[in-house]
C-alpha cells in the first residue's frame, strides 16, 4: 500500500479531541495545529478514519507543500505534482481553496492556475486537450497561508458531521461533530443516566447513544473516495464489517426533553434513523418540570443563546432556572454549552472548568460543572475514548 501525509480537520477549539481519537484509534507521531491533526497512514487508514472519527470535519490527503510568491511558482509547483498517476483520465477535477496573509490573494485565480497546472499535468500521460470529468470526482484544495502553498484531496466528500441520520432538523441545530465531542468531553459512561434538557432534533442524545453503543459514525454512509481506485472495495466492505462487529448491547436509557413538541418528533424521527430509538427516551418537558432522584447522571446541553432563538430578558430568566433546577439534581455533572457573555452570572455559579468552542460562526464557552463520580469511576482522571 502506498503511504500518505493524513489530515483530519476539525473545527476550532477540537484538535485535541481529534488527536485523542486517533490515539485510540492506533495511530502516534500525530502533528496537531490550529484546526487540523496530521499523521501518516495507508489507504486503510484513509477508510478507517473516515468511517471512525467522531469529531473531525474531514480527512485529506497533503499532496505538497511549497513556497508561491507569484503565479507562476504556484503553477510550476502544481504541475510538479504527478496528478496524472492520482487522478484517471476521466476524474472530475474539482478546485477549491483559500488564501490567508498571502501575496496571491485572489481565491479565485489560484484556483484558475492549480486547475490549468493539474490539466497540464494530465496531458502528460493521456496525450490529450480534453477531460471528459464525468467519473470519480477529486476535490484538490489549494491553500496559501503566508505565501506557502498547500494542496490536499478531500477523501471524505460531504463533511464528517453528515452521519446520514438527520434529515430533519430544529430552528438552531448543532452538527454531530460538535454534539459528540460535547459528550465525550462530559466523561459520560453508558453506567450512569444521561440527559439533554434541551435536546431539540435530538443530536446531542442520538451522538450519545451512538457512543454508548460504539456504533461508528460514518458507518451508514458512503465517502467521495470510495470511487477511486486508489482504495479498493474490499478496504472498505473490511472495516465497515468490523465496525458493525464492535458495536456493544450496553444497556442505558438518556432523557431527551424539550417544551417544543414539534421539534420532538424530528428528534425521534432521527433516532430511528440512527438505529438508537430503543435508547432514547423522548419527552415534551419544559426545563422548569425536570427532576431525578438518580444519583450521578450527566446533563449535556445546548440551550439557547439569545443570538439565533428568542430575546436576552428571556434568555436571562431561562439560565436563572437552569441554575436553580439543576442545583436540586443530587450529585449531577452539567455541561452546557453557551454564547452568552453572561451566561455564569445568571446560572448563579462559576464553571468548576470552561472551554472555548465553536458552534458554526458563533464564539461558545463549553461550562463544565463537575459533579462527583460513581465509586468505581473515581480513579478515571482523564477523558478516554474507546474504541473496543
Not at 20 to 35: I, R
Not at 85 to 93: A, E, H, S, T
Request: aromatic share 10%; proline share 4%; charged share 30%.
Amino acid at each position: 500500500m502506498a503511504q500518505y501525509t493524513i489530515i483530519a480537520t476539525s473545527t476550532f477549539g477540537l484538535e485535541s479531541m481529534v488527536a485523542l481519537e486517533l490515539k485510540a484509534l492506533g495511530y502516534d507521531n500525530l502533528t496537531t495545529e490550529n484546526g487540523k491533526v496530521t499523521f501518516a497512514g495507508d489507504e486503510r487508514d484513509i477508510a478507517q478514519c473516515n468511517i471512525w472519527l467522531r469529531t473531525a470535519d474531514r480527512v485529506l490527503i497533503k499532496v505538497a507543500e511549497f513556497e508561491a510568491t507569484d503565479f507562476e511558482e504556484l503553477f510550476q509547483g502544481t504541475l510538479r505534482i504527478r496528478w496524472e498517476d492520482i487522478i484517471p483520465q476521466n476524474g472530475k477535477m474539482h478546485i477549491v481553496g483559500k488564501s490567508v496573509k498571502s501575496k496571491l490573494f485572489s481565491v479565485k485565480d489560484c484556483q484558475a492556475i492549480v486547475k490549468k497546472a493539474v490539466v497540464e499535468a494530465m496531458k502528460r500521460k493521456y496525450r490529450t486537450d480534453w477531460f471528459e470529468e464525468n467519473g470519480p470526482v477529486y476535490k484538490i484544495e489549494i491553500a496559501m497561508l503566508k505565501d506557502r502553498a498547500t494542496l490536499t484531496i478531500d477523501t471524505s466528500g460531504p463533511g464528517l458531521h453528515k452521519r446520514g441520520y438527520r434529515e430533519q432538523t430544529g430552528e438552531a441545530p448543532l452538527r454531530e461533530t460538535l454534539a459528540a465531542a460535547l459528550v465525550l468531553l462530559s466523561r459520560w459512561t453508558p453506567e450512569r443516566i444521561f440527559a439533554d434538557p434541551f435536546c431539540g432534533s435530538g443530536t446531542i442524545p442520538v451522538e450519545a447513544a451512538l457512543i454508548g453503543r460504539n456504533i461508528a459514525p460514518g458507518l451508514k454512509r458512503s465517502f467521495v473516495s470510495e470511487e477511486w481506485a486508489q482504495i479498493p472495495k474490499e478496504i472498505w466492505s473490511e472495516i465497515r464489517g468490523d465496525a458493525a462487529a464492535r458495536m456493544n448491547d450496553a444497556t442505558f436509557r438518556i432523557l431527551a426533553s424539550d417544551s417544543d413538541g414539534e421539534v420532538l418528533k424530528k428528534a425521534r424521527d432521527n433516532a430511528v434513523r440512527a438505529g438508537v430509538d430503543d435508547y432514547v427516551a423522548f419527552q415534551k418537558l419544559s426545563v422548569e418540570e425536570f427532576r431525578s432522584r438518580k444519583k450521578y447522571g450527566c446533563i449535556v446541553c445546548n440551550p439557547p443563546y439569545g443570538e439565533r432563538i428568542g430575546d436576552s430578558t428571556e434568555i436571562e430568566s431561562l439560565y436563572k432556572t437552569m441554575g436553580k433546577v439543576f442545583a436540586d439534581l443530587d450529585g449531577w455533572s452539567c455541561f452546557i454549552l453557551s454564547a452568552h457573555p453572561q451566561f455564569q452570572r445568571f446560572y448563579g455559579r462559576r464553571a468548576d472548568k470552561n472551554r472555548k468552542l465553536f458552534n458554526g460562526d458563533i464564539r461558545c464557552y463549553y461550562y463544565q460543572y463537575l459533579g462527583p463520580l460513581p465509586k468505581r469511576h473515581l480513579i478515571e482522571k482523564e477523558q478516554s475514548i474507546v474504541v473496543s
